[in-house]
C-alpha cells in the first residue's frame, strides 16, 4: 500500500503565501505522477496542479501564475508554493498520486486525507 502525507496547511491573509507538502511512502516501484486537488465547500473537486515523471506541469487558469508545483523525486515528495492567495482558494486540499507498486503492474490513484487552506482576512 501507498501513503500520501500532507502538511502546510492553515489560515492566511489574502496576497500571502502558504507552501503545502506531500510525501509518499509505502510500496512505491515508480510514482508516474503527483499532483493537487481542491474542495470548497458545496463544490466539486477539481486540480490544482500536476507534475508528471518527466517534470511536465499542468495548471488550470484560475492558479496560473500563483502556484508553482514541484517535485523531490529522490524523497517522493511534492510540493505546492501557494502565493498571492484569494479568499476563493479557500478549500481541503487533497494529495494525489500515480503510482506503480511493482515493475509490471499498472498505476494506481491515491489520495492523501486532505490539508486545510483558508484565506481570510
Known amino acids: 500500500q501507498v501513503q500520501l502525507a500532507e502538511s502546510g496547511g492553515g489560515l492566511v491573509q489574502p496576497g500571502g503565501s502558504l507552501r503545502l507538502s506531500c510525501a509518499a511512502s509505502?510500496?512505491?516501484?515508480?510514482?508516474?505522477?503527483m499532483g493537487w486537488y481542491r474542495q470548497a465547500p458545496g463544490k466539486q473537486r477539481e486540480l490544482v496542479a500536476a507534475?508528471?515523471?518527466?517534470?511536465?506541469?499542468e495548471y488550470p487558469d484560475s492558479v496560473k501564475g500563483r502556484f508553482t508545483i514541484s517535485r523531490d523525486n529522490a524523497k517522493n515528495t511534492v510540493y505546492l508554493q501557494m502565493n498571492s492567495l484569494k479568499p476563493e482558494d479557500t478549500a481541503v486540499y487533497y494529495c494525489?498520486?500515480?503510482?506503480?507498486?511493482?515493475?509490471?503492474?499498472?498505476?494506481?490513484?491515491?489520495w492523501g486525507q486532505g490539508t486545510q487552506v483558508t484565506v481570510s482576512s
Open positions: 509505502g510500496s512505491i516501484f515508480f510514482i508516474n505522477s
Open positions: 494525489n498520486s500515480a503510482v506503480q507498486i511493482g515493475p509490471r503492474t499498472p498505476s494506481y490513484v491515491y
Open positions: 507534475i508528471i515523471s518527466g517534470g511536465n506541469t
